[in-house]
């Protein structure tokens, strides 16, 4: 009796069980490990995104501002008809473009110096540089331009000391354009290097061997194939620029609203959060034709 | 309806509920959407508290900036033992949102201006108070026991706190006597020199100014408005935007852009003109001769208070002559509390004339209160514009 009961093969216990149909069945073992991850995409990501959509079609009651879940179509038939927001859209379009312009002639030469032409060391020195800005509070960075701007400030104070005329720019657009190129060159400088420390001395010295001169194979080989990382690099400083609400709010003046700043007080101060959900579609909008275009130019592989 | 409102929140429940919710809302939301005030708020049939019990050990508070101040709230933790947890905010219109859904059971208290008041008392997040809890209660000066934008019916929804007028801060070194009128916000000479709030009520500023200078629109209440006269006050404003420099938010962006020399005139309130001279800049302020608008302040109670003892024991504290007189210097504005006089000028000598905690009755009627414009105007029509057309008129101006 005893000696059957060793020689009997022990039942797998229900652990070991699971684990063989895990190592017999590779789907499983693939959907068991993306089901969390894929989970929190759905619920916090795209059910946030889609929740925020329903939330659009609401209105809030216009004297108690409770939300009245009545559909209707006026939020964006404001967005589209009143010339304030269309103001507002075009300005805050217009300045991320304007920015992601700025940073891509700042970021290629320099990034072009640090991909090809820097020593290792000074690599490494300029790597630190480009990142270290990143590691203070973005609030910090963007409150130091504010002293720097401001009328008694260490820019009119230096242009003064040399006779020159103080600039009277605190507070106003062009503050928001030095303030947003500032806080975001890291992100495009980084895709740019990536894009261009790729490219194959090779291709360079055929150039070379072709007759092409420094100039020229800088413009038809080095730019042609560091555009994808330069695409990459405008993804962030646009929608950077696109969605943020504390620079205009810091350091705008006047006539510096934005989707986002309009989009925060209509959320925390008017209490109006259809209107500000139907806002908040606008630049989701934007990005989704902007990525698509990006796409096609490579950006994609160039991340 | 408050039920309904309350379950509804969670956007999970918000699918098996939307029915049930658009019905609750069609059936109770007419009597409000079109801002009709005529009905009974929503809580006036609450039992207020008959008695003050011991205190929860908390209390928190919805309050302007420096209404919280440690030289008074410490001492009343000491006393109740409730420990005061106070949210800041910027603007009326703030205090409504934390304010939703009868301060979410979260928030015991807010310290609401004239403005706010009534929005909060029809959207039912404010409950009835017992004054006879307060025995302060009977020492305010007349027209803060039940005045109409925090009484309704008899029934009171707050205890009157302290008021004041906004007024013109000026740069001594570009202004060395005090500016009489408030055309110098309106004057292009000083073009990019100029800061107001960033706030709707603001309207109202420029409604008060137009009512002396364009009689021909014939505005009797810078807070009721019809549209010509709307529009009026509008195109002052946009005609002003170019003079802005700034549309301040917080108190400290003021305080900063006087600091910095980067305005030389704007709308403030008198606390910006205390700090400021605290820290040795040269301004001052003005009333001038339009006259101001002005706030009242009033603790409110929320709906679903958790901590309504120490809430109760709170306004007990804040309405005695000697918190009324520290506050009152503190901030620089005007206390309810008549006793509050003698108080303040034994902390700081003459305080009580230069806040005129002694003034007469006449000189509170020069003070335009801010109030929530409402679509009924004081004659009974329904020409008048609510504070929603206000917010967006605000925003075609400022964007």
Redesign the interface.
């Known amino acids: 009796m005893a000696a059957n009961a060793v020689l009997r093969p022990r039942a797998p216990t229900g652990w070991a069980r699971a684990q063989a149909l895990v190592w017999r069945r590779p789907w499983l073992r693939a959907s068991l490990l993306l089901t969390p991850p894929l989970a929190w995409f759905l619920v916090v990501y795209l059910a946030s995104l889609a ?1 925020l959509l329903v939330t659009a079609f609401w209105r809030i ?6 939300i ?3 559909w209707n179509l006026d939020n964006f038939q404001t967005l589209a008809t ?4 269309r ?2 859209i075009a300005r805050t379009v217009g300045m991320a473009a304007l920015v992601t312009i700025t940073d891509a002639l700042l970021a290629f030469p320099f990034a072009y110096y640090m991909a090809r032409l820097a020593s290792r060391r000074a690599q490494t020195l300029l790597f630190a540089a480009v990142l270290l800005p990143l590691w203070a509070s973005y609030i910090a960075r963007v409150y130091s331009w ?1 002293l720097i701007l ?4 260490v820019l009119n104070w230096s242009l003064l000391a040399v006779h020159l005329p103080a600039a ?1 720019i ?2 106003t657009n062009v503050a928001m354009w030095l303030v947003f190129s500032y806080v975001w060159l890291p992100f495009m400088i980084i895709p740019t290097y990536a894009a261009l420390e790729r490219i194959p001395e090779s291709l360079l010295e055929a150039a070379a061997d072709l007759g092409a001169r420094r100039l020229r194979s800088v413009s038809d080989v080095v730019v042609p194939l560091a555009l994808p990382g330069l695409v990459a690099g405008s993804i962030f400083t646009f929608s950077l620029t696109l969605g943020d609400y504390i620079t205009p ?1 810091l350091v ?4 510096s ?1 934005f989707i986002g700043n ?1 989009a925060y007080s209509n959320v ?5 959060v259809p209107f500000a959900a139907a806002l908040a579609t606008v630049p989701v909008a934007i990005m989704a034709v902007y990525l698509l275009g990006a796409k096609r130019l490579g950006a994609f592989e160039a991340l | 309806m408050t039920r309904s ?1 309350a379950t ?1 929140i969670r ?1 999970t429940q ?1 699918l098996a509920v ?1 029915a049930a ?2 019905v609750s ?1 069609a059936a109770c ?1 007419g009597s ?4 009709s005030t005529a009905n009974q708020p929503p809580t006036a049939n609450m039992k207020p508290l008959a008695s003050i019990g011991a205190g929860e050990g908390r209390l928190n508070l919805i309050a302007w900036e420096g209404y919280t101040d440690a030289s008074w709230t410490d001492p009343f933790t000491q006393q109740t033992g409730c420990k005061v947890n106070a949210k800041y905010a ?2 009326s ?2 205090m ?2 934390l304010m ?1 859904n009868g301060g979410g059971g979260q928030y015991d208290m807010v310290s609401a201006s004239g403005d706010a008041d009534l ?1 909060l008392i ?2 039912g997040d404010v409950r009835p108070m017992n004054t006879a809890l307060i025995p302060d209660w009977s020492n305010f000066q007349p027209q803060f026991k039940s005045p109409s934008f925090n009484t309704i019916n008899g029934v009171h929804y707050g205890i009157s706190l302290q008021w004041g007028p906004n007024t013109l801060l000026y740069d001594t070194t570009k202004f060395p006597t005090a500016p009489t009128s408030w055309s110098v916000i309106y004057d292009s000479k000083y073009s ?1 020199l100029v800061t107001v709030p960033d706030n709707p009520i603001q309207i109202a500023d420029a409604a008060l100014y137009l009512m002396k200078h364009q009689s021909s629109l014939k505005i009797t209440d810078p807070y009721e408005l019809t549209q010509p006269q709307f529009d009026a006050a509008i195109a002052l404003l946009k005609q002003q ?2 003079l ?4 301040w ?1 917080l108190a400290s962006q003021e305080i ?1 852009l006087f600091q ?3 305005v030389v005139v704007g709308a403030a309130w008198p606390y910006q003109t205390s700090t400021l001279k605290a820290a040795n800049a040269h301004v001052n302020d003005t009333i001038p001769s339009e006259g101001a608008t002005g706030w009242a302040d009033t603790w409110m109670l929320a709906t679903k208070a958790p901590h309504p003892n120490c809430a109760y024991l709170w306004t007990k504290y804040i309405s005695t002559p000697k918190v009324q007189a520290q506050q009152a210097i503190n901030y620089g504005e005007t206390p309810v509390n008549s006793k509050a006089c003698t108080e303040m000028d034994a902390i700081q000598a003459g305080s009580c004339a230069q806040y005129h905690a002694d003034a007469p009755a006449s000189y509170f009627n020069t003070i335009k209160f801010w109030k ?1 414009p ?1 679509a009924t105007c004081d004659d009974g029509s329904q020409r008048c514009l ?3 057309k206000w ?2 008129g605000w ?2 101006v ?2």
Not at chain 1, 268 to 272: H, M, Q, R, T, V
Not at chain 2, 244 to 247: S, W
């Open positions: 929740l009651n216009s004297f108690t501002t409770a009245e879940r009545v009143d010339a304030t927001y103001t507002i504010i401001a009328h008694n400030g009277n605190g507070y709010i705008g003046g006047a006539g609203s309009v925390g101060i008017a209490n109006n | 409102k509804s956007w918000v939307a919710a658009i809302i939301g409000t959407s079109g801002g910027g603007s219109d703030e409504v949102t939703a929005r029809y959207a990019g935007r170019p802005i420099k700034k549309y938010g900063s910095n020399g980067d929530t409402i609510p504070y929603s917010q967006l925003t075609s400022t964007a």
